[in-house]
């Protein structure tokens, strides 16, 4: 265990019932800061919003710098670069949009950022976060559905540089333990991510279960669970986690094993991140990559159609009977969408995506098994259904993944629900499953992935258990749904948080004991009854952790395990 000495203290820590902001009379003086920029060894920076180039009264205005802004703003590597900047546009207020024409301020962005390549950057900042009663957040890449890696008035610590993988050819030893864990793994910087994992793996033929997102990054994925096309085969994400570094609260680096801080170990796999502490670090399992079988469809019919959500019952009912034979997908529900099958003017109902099967090169496997799926929709709607389908194989999961990353927009304002479905939600009650998810379709895009089952519920996570939502045990499908609104318009924005809300509630009714996928939840902070949503009965045992790691509340985010004693007033948090 290390720890560095604590800074300065500017004021009397505890004495305000918020946090300090630059108009309090205890927020430290430029001195202070510089003392930390030395304490950083030069780390400390002082960004301004990226999109404050567009707006002439702004310091940093550049024209020139504008017109590649506004064309990257929709670039995920532009927002994971920017030590500010997030991928939706929301959670930061909207605050500096690159438009001169709307208002640009600061609000809604941290104020000073800790480029932390050492676990010794984030402990400074840490111990400078709680001397000094400063909100302090944690960014990575900015691939962010909740809103943790935002905050306004705040020191954020930018792990996105903590990079480096080593792997383990021959098996892994947990620090302190007295036993050798078999098999290949991966040790990885906090700030890693996806693509990145995936390329150093594929160079031994060997891959992780991993997100689908190329700026996915490791820390707020396993925290929060971490599901992916390959959980069905292999389980969670954060149930391949043998040992993480980190730093907590109180500033101190320790280790997290089976044999040492068991109960962080715990609660850092599936508790959530920018909670119980920092990651500077994972070693994580790593499979032999498996070649592919990868199928893209559309089923389509007329928007007009009333049989478009009887079809989607029916394809949902199939998951379970699928899942079983080893397919594992990314499908999507459409809704009066426009059509990718035909006449793009065309609007259509139906159900298009990715499936995939594992260790196969034979195309037949998977037209085998489909074809009865096909033949029944094209004999029960004779004629209304244009199904288009192809089939394809790869040689490992990296040529498969390169092809088939997550190329989902970034660069506007979104708010997303969700829900877990088991297989009585899916198969049991086709009218009741067709009615839930035409109410569940009406927003931008609605999914219903199939990232759980076998491999998730028979998953030995090192230790005996983790923090997950107990419900990922039973559940099939991850359902989500997305809606987009205006910015600069908070009649707009509470009217995609109703109508995620409203769509979401269906499937409460239709799997009332399972619960949601707290890191892909954008309207999470509005869920009812959110703790139980999210973890379920680990919730008491989550909150007893939190009050003993972190009882100054240094660690704050929404909706986080144990964030009940704060709230958010005018872009101040402060205690309720």
Not at 89 to 115: E, F, H, K, R
Not at 183 to 206: C, D, F, K, P, S
Not at 418 to 435: F, G, I, P, V
Not at 557 to 567: A, K, S, T, Y
């Amino acid at each position: 265990m290390t720890s560095t000495s604590r800074l300065l203290v500017h004021g009397v820590q505890g004495a305000a019932t918020c946090k300090s902001t630059p108009s309090s009379p205890t927020w430290p003086s430029p001195a202070i800061w510089d003392q930390l920029n030395q304490t950083t060894g030069g780390q400390l920076l002082q960004p301004v919003p990226p999109g404050a180039v567009c707006h002439p009264g702004h310091s940093s205005y550049n024209a020139t710098n504008c017109v590649y802004v506004q064309y990257a703003w929709s670039n995920e590597y532009f927002h994971q670069r920017d030590p500010v900047s997030v991928e939706w546009n929301n959670w930061n207020n909207d605050s500096c949009l690159p438009d001169p024409d709307v208002p640009c301020s600061s609000a809604g962005y941290p104020l000073y950022v800790i480029n932390a390549t050492t676990p010794e950057h984030v402990q400074a900042g840490v111990n400078f976060a709680k001397a000094n009663n400063i909100r302090l957040i944690v960014k990575n890449s900015g691939h962010d559905y909740v809103g943790r890696s935002s905050g306004s008035n705040a020191l954020s610590i930018w792990v996105h540089h903590m990079k480096g993988i080593t792997i383990h050819e021959t098996g892994f030893q947990p620090q302190h333990c007295n036993l050798v864990i078999d098999g290949v793994a991966i040790t990885a910087g906090g700030g890693t991510q996806m693509l990145e994992a995936y390329r150093e793996t594929a160079a031994i033929n060997y891959t992780v279960v991993g997100g689908g997102g190329r700026t996915v990054a490791l820390g707020g994925f396993l925290t929060g669970a971490g599901h992916s096309i390959l959980s069905p085969h292999y389980g969670l994400a954060t149930d391949q986690v043998l040992e993480m570094e980190i730093v907590t609260p109180t500033g101190d680096h320790l280790v997290l094993n089976e044999c040492q801080n068991t109960d962080l170990f715990w609660a850092m796999r599936g508790g959530g991140g920018s909670t119980f502490g920092i990651m500077t670090s994972v070693t994580m399992k790593a499979y032999p990559s498996p070649s592919i079988l990868s199928m893209s469809f559309g089923i389509e019919t007329s928007a007009t159609n009333p049989h478009a959500f009887d079809m989607v019952a029916y394809m949902l009912g199939q998951f379970p009977s699928l899942m079983e034979a080893g397919v594992s997908g990314y499908p999507i529900i459409l809704k009066a969408s426009p059509s990718i099958l035909g006449n793009t003017t065309v609007y259509t109902s139906g159900m298009i995506g990715k499936f995939m099967m594992l260790n196969s090169t034979n195309t037949t496997d998977m037209a085998t098994l489909f074809e009865p799926i096909f033949d029944h929709i094209n004999s029960t709607w004779p004629g209304s259904f244009v199904i288009g389908v192809n089939i394809t194989s790869y040689p490992s999961f990296y040529s498969w993944y390169e092809e088939n990353y997550d190329g989902s927009p970034v660069g506007y304002e979104n708010v997303m629900g969700s829900r877990l479905l088991d297989e009585a939600a899916l198969s049991a009650n086709a009218t009741a499953t067709k009615l839930a998810f035409e109410q569940f379709a009406g927003g931008d895009l609605t999914t219903a992935y199939i990232v759980s089952g076998k491999g998730v519920w028979n998953a030995q996570p090192r230790g005996g258990s983790n923090a997950v939502l107990p419900a990922w045990r039973k559940s099939i499908v991850h359902a989500t749904t997305t809606v987009a609104f205006a910015p600069l318009n908070a009649t707009a924005e509470q009217a995609a948080i109703n109508a995620t809300q409203l769509s979401t509630s269906g499937l409460r009714v239709l799997a009332p004991n399972t619960g949601a996928y707290m890191n892909e939840k954008g309207a999470g902070r509005y869920e009812p009854n959110w703790q139980q949503t999210f973890w379920g009965e680990n919730y008491a045992r989550l909150l007893q952790i939190k009050r003993t790691v972190d009882p100054d509340d240094v660690l704050w985010c929404n909706p986080c395990v144990g964030n009940e004693r704060w709230h958010e007033v005018d872009n101040v948090l402060c205690q309720v």
